[in-house]
């Protein structure tokens, strides 16, 4: 087969690279089964007539303003290896037209899951500041550094969303026989108690909790809903996980709380990353601090590549994506995520 007679792929992965979302295998596969035309987000309006009128695929979440899209006739699917879902395409021209629009995030979930986990359980028994205080010779033994500890074991939990990140942490919760109470709007009932979990109401999952983990998407009805009085509803001493986006809490009002003695708390992702120098978050006591880290392993981006090329491989058969997980025409554009800002 020709060069010309492969589909054509638009590559506009920023802030990913093919090299960072293929092994050198599946690149190698990559660029054998599909001609790449690779260009950055922004460049991608500027492409040929031809190139768009013939492209099959995009790999990215580049801007699409309706007048480009307009000439991407043979367009199926928009691979979003980026993962947050943020308004800058015409969505509901895309739904009309039976575009696919997926998104590689789910490759995110077991690593997230494990570094909340692992935050909870620095939390519940203060690891890392007895490590401080023991090189620093101020360590205190047996249980006399223990005064604040606690389990997770038998817990309470309260998990607000259940996407892909929820259930993950769930399965690994489920090792430690906690009682799981979830909180997502966005979901029946019995959706949750298939998976094992107690449907509740946002104030009995603050309140009935020892351990809270966030992992909601923010959206343009969720932003800042956290805020000063869910905090003043928690069980004092009660850990407080923030692995999904900041703006879901109310930034300050976490500190406060935090600040105030009332909660523990932890978290991967700030208000503005990276963070400012002086940001009064890096030094408050009580406060267990992640770098957006959570996810960024390179074997989560290598599932991406398996991803992208089994489903594209179903759609070059005629069949629906199937790996990676499709945008929903009546929340798409609620989503309120935005990417780390690397400048």
């Known amino acids: 087969m020709s060069d010309k007679a492969l589909p054509l792929v638009i590559s506009a992965p920023e802030p990913r690279t093919l090299d960072l979302i293929f092994t050198p295998a599946q690149l190698t596969l990559f660029r054998s089964k599909y001609r790449i035309v690779e260009t950055t987000p922004e460049g991608v309006a500027e492409?040929?007539?031809?190139?768009?009128?013939?492209?099959?695929?995009i790999v990215g979440q580049p801007p699409i303003a309706p007048q480009t899209l307009q000439k991407m006739t043979a367009l199926r699917c928009i691979?979003?290896?980026?993962?947050?879902?943020?308004?800058?395409?015409?969505?509901?021209?895309?739904?009309?037209?039976?575009?696919?629009?997926?998104?590689?995030?789910?490759?995110?979930?077991e690593p997230v899951a494990e570094l909340g986990l692992a935050m909870a359980l620095n939390l519940a028994r203060g690891?890392?500041?007895?490590?401080?205080?023991?090189?620093?010779?101020?360590?205190?033994?047996?249980?006399?550094?223990?005064?604040?500890?606690?389990?997770?074991?038998?817990?309470?939990?309260?998990?607000?969303g259940f996407g892909d990140l929820g259930r993950a942490l769930n399965r690994l919760l489920t090792g430690f026989r906690t009682?799981?109470?979830?909180?997502?709007?966005?979901?029946?009932?019995?959706?949750?108690?298939?998976?094992?979990?107690?449907?509740?109401?946002?104030?009995?999952?603050?309140?009935?909790?020892?351990?809270?983990?966030?992992?909601?998407?923010?959206?343009?009805?969720?932003?800042?809903?956290?805020?000063?009085?869910?905090?003043?509803k928690m069980r004092k001493g009660a850990a407080f996980i923030l692995l999904s986006r900041a703006g879901v809490v109310d930034f300050p009002a976490l500190m406060e709380a935090v600040r105030s003695g009332h909660i523990v708390a932890a978290s991967d992702v700030f208000p503005e990353e990276p963070l400012a120098k002086k940001h009064p978050v890096r030094a408050l006591p009580g406060f267990l601090r992640s770098a957006?880290?959570?996810?960024?392993?390179?074997?989560?981006?290598?599932?991406?590549?398996?991803?992208?090329?089994?489903?594209?491989?179903?759609?070059?058969?005629?069949l629906p994506p199937m790996r990676s997980k499709r945008a929903e025409r009546e929340t798409v554009s609620r989503m309120r995520s935005k990417p780390v800002d690397r400048n």
């Open 47 to 57: 492409l040929p007539s031809d190139v768009l009128a013939d492209a099959r695929y």
């Open 79 to 109: 691979f979003n290896v980026e993962t947050n879902l943020i308004n800058n395409m015409p969505y509901e021209t895309l739904f009309a037209r039976g575009i696919h629009v997926v998104t590689t995030g789910l490759v995110f979930a």
């Open 127 to 160: 690891i890392v500041d007895a490590d401080l205080a023991f090189r620093q010779g101020k360590e205190l033994w047996g249980g006399d550094g223990n005064q604040s500890a606690r389990l997770l074991s038998g817990s309470d939990v309260g998990i607000i």
């Open 179 to 232: 009682r799981a109470r979830v909180f997502d709007p966005w979901l029946p009932p019995s959706v949750l108690v298939e998976h094992g979990v107690e449907p509740a109401s946002l104030d009995e999952v603050l309140s009935q909790s020892d351990f809270v983990f966030v992992v909601a998407s923010v959206t343009s009805e969720n932003q800042g809903f956290l805020g000063a009085d869910a905090f003043a």
């Open 292 to 318: 957006h880290r959570a996810g960024a392993l390179d074997v989560a981006f290598k599932r991406m590549g398996d991803m992208v090329l089994e489903d594209m491989d179903l759609v070059d058969r005629g």
